[in-house]
């Protein structure tokens, strides 16, 4: 598989502050010589056994690849977590991409419109609870609810980004994500259109599940996961121009990406 390199690439451009901050925090931490920990955070899943991943920052020659992002010590243990299944394999790179892609977009365009900035802000934090819960929850119920902002926060951002007024989307439909996903396709037409289409239908009412069980199975909520950080990946990869997951999407699948089904 092909490493990850320049998205991640941190230097100090010669400035001796952040150079005395770095060589103090080198002495403490001799790994930081290749990454500083602590980018952006998401998930993988093989199948429904799922991992926190937190994205360095990779600076110098040095690039990563899916594996080491992952957290494993080699290829071959990661392999194996996978379960020697490349379809496995190809959906943990596709998912390292999406945190990639949202974590260095949002890094890219953070000094633009302010409010919508703001809300991609709150859906990395929905992404950050999710990732911290669904490793070792034995219930998946609570999880439904950041996840479901995670989607609807991403997909608002772009909306206000383009000049929607953040309070238009007070009430309840405000919560109408099958409405707002065809809204974001209409303002910003992409090739992810589909597939966030596919995610949205199958999460369940986002109000509802508040109250009472959504009826999914761990496996249903972890793929549902995995499609809400898809769904803010593509929302940033439709303003900035971070898109690992095209280059991975053409190495991984002859083509798109597999249909998203629970």
């Given at each position: 598989?092909e490493l990850l390199?320049?998205?991640?690439v941190m230097?100090?451009g010669g400035n001796?502050?952040v150079?005395?901050i770095m060589d103090?925090y080198?002495a403490?931490?001799p790994?930081v010589e290749?990454?500083?920990?602590g980018?952006?955070?998401?998930?993988?899943?093989?199948v429904?056994?799922?991992r926190?991943?937190v994205l360095?920052v990779v600076f110098g020659d040095n690039?990563?690849?899916?594996w080491?992002?992952?957290?494993?010590?080699n290829?071959?243990t990661?392999?194996?977590?996978?379960r020697?299944d490349?379809?496995?394999a190809?959906e943990?790179?596709?998912?390292?991409a999406?945190?990639?892609d949202?974590?260095m977009g949002l890094?890219?365009i953070?000094?633009g419109n302010?409010d919508?900035?703001?809300?991609?802000r709150?859906?990395?934090?929905?992404?950050?609870d999710?990732?911290?819960?669904?490793?070792?929850s034995?219930?998946?119920?609570s999880?439904?609810?950041?996840?479901?902002?995670?989607?609807?926060?991403s997909m608002?951002?772009?909306?206000v980004?383009?000049g929607v007024?953040?309070n238009?989307?007070r009430g309840?439909a405000?919560h109408?994500l099958?409405a707002?996903a065809?809204?974001?396709?209409?303002?910003?037409?992409h090739?992810?259109?589909?597939?966030?289409?596919?995610v949205?239908a199958n999460?369940?009412?986002?109000?509802?599940?508040?109250?009472?069980?959504a009826?999914?199975?761990?496996?249903?909520v972890?793929?549902?996961?995995?499609?809400?950080?898809?769904?803010?990946?593509?929302s940033?990869r439709?303003?900035g121009?971070?898109?690992?997951a095209a280059?991975?999407?053409?190495?991984?699948?002859?083509g798109?990406?597999?249909p998203?089904?629970l």
């Open positions: 598989m390199g320049s998205g991640f230097g100090f001796p502050d150079k005395r103090a080198a403490m931490t790994e290749t990454s500083w920990p980018a952006g955070m998401g998930i993988v899943a093989s429904d056994q799922v926190k991943v360095p690039a990563l690849q899916p080491q992002i992952a957290g494993f010590a290829g071959e990661w392999w194996n977590w996978c020697q490349r379809t496995i190809a943990v790179t596709l998912a390292v999406d945190l990639h949202f974590t890094n890219e953070e000094h302010a919508a900035v703001t809300l991609w709150m859906a990395r934090s929905n992404l950050e999710a990732a911290n819960t669904l490793p070792t034995f219930s998946h119920d999880v439904i609810q950041p996840i479901c902002m995670v989607a609807e926060l608002k951002a772009v909306l980004w383009d007024d953040p238009s989307f309840p405000g109408n099958p707002l065809a809204r974001m396709a209409a303002a910003r037409p090739r992810d259109d589909a597939r966030v289409q596919a949205i999460l369940p009412p986002y109000v509802a599940s508040r109250y009472k069980p009826g999914l199975k761990r496996l249903q972890v793929r549902l996961a995995l499609g809400a950080q898809f769904i803010a990946a593509s940033v439709r303003i121009t971070a898109d690992l280059q991975m999407e053409a190495d991984e699948w002859p798109p990406r597999t998203f089904s």
